[in-house]
T-cell receptor, first 110, second 113 residues
Framework: GQNIDQPTEMTATEGAIVQINCTYQ??????LFWYQQHAGEAPTFLSY????GLEEKGRFSSFLSRSKGYSYLLLKELQMKDSASYLC???????????FGAGTTVTVRA | DGGITQSPKYLFRKEGQNVTLSCEQN?????MYWYRQDPGQGLRLIYY???????QKGDIAEGYSVSREKKESFPLTVTSAQKNPTAFYLC????????????FGPGTRLTVL
């Protein structure tokens, strides 16, 4: 079977750093996506990791360990507009379908 | 501007009625997808299509139907057989292949009265 887990909620202060962890179990893993979704809106793409290691894009970085079935999204210098749900999703090699976690709601406080 | 559109944004229907949600993309993507999102849950795949005139059931296809007569369009019909249709419905498209991100439309919020 397949499974993907991430924390339900996280709260942090403006300017701080938050790390959102994601663990997954699947056969035929091909890669891992992170999406940001503001309430009532469409998810927007943040990152895609295929190989092990850290990928940095400005204030956001994403890490993948294929052997551990583990990823994290790191949000630095938090801003109020970063308050959103962050969705972790893996893609399978067999059919290229995405399987999503339930999402982590991040609340940034002043 | 290239993009993916869904209409309407909000939709109300009476119990027992079928309703069709529209999804159009002008990104020239081959693959299109329909997801359902409920509070506190991740996106769940309803149907997907990787080429015109072909589509496959996702994880929760019961009570739904789709068609893919044109590359640009992938309408979803929520039938009266769907027991709990009130949800946020998201359409997405992508190139075929494993590393290509899915682009999402703005979503349709369906409420059954």
């Amino acid at each position: 079977g397949q499974n993907i887990d991430q924390p339900t909620e996280m709260t942090a202060t403006e300017g701080a750093i938050v790390q959102i962890n994601c663990t997954y179990q699947t056969s035929g893993f091909n890669g891992l996506f992170w999406y940001q979704q503001h309430a009532g809106e469409a998810p927007t793409f943040l990152s895609y990791n295929v190989l092990d290691g850290l990928e940095e894009k400005g204030r956001f970085s994403s890490f993948l360990s294929r052997s551990k079935g583990y990823s994290y999204l790191l949000l630095k210098e938090l801003q109020m507009k970063d308050s959103a749900s962050y969705l972790c999703a893996f893609i399978r090699r067999a059919d290229y379908k995405l399987s999503f976690g339930a999402g982590t709601t991040v609340t940034v406080r002043a | 501007d290239g993009g993916i559109t869904q209409s309407p944004k909000y939709l109300f229907r009476k119990e027992g009625q079928n309703v069709t949600l529209s999804c159009e993309q002008n990104l020239n993507h081959d693959a299109m997808y329909w997801y359902r999102q409920d509070p506190g849950q991740g996106l769940r795949l309803i149907y997907y299509s990787q080429i015109v005139n072909d589509f496959q059931k996702g994880d929760i296809a019961e009570g739904y139907s789709v068609s893919r007569e044109k590359k640009e369009s992938f309408p979803l019909t929520v039938t009266s057989a769907q027991k709990n249709p009130t949800a946020f419905y998201l359409c997405a498209s992508s190139w075929t292949g494993g590393s290509n991100e899915q682009f999402f439309g703005p979503g349709t919020r369906l409420t059954v009265l």
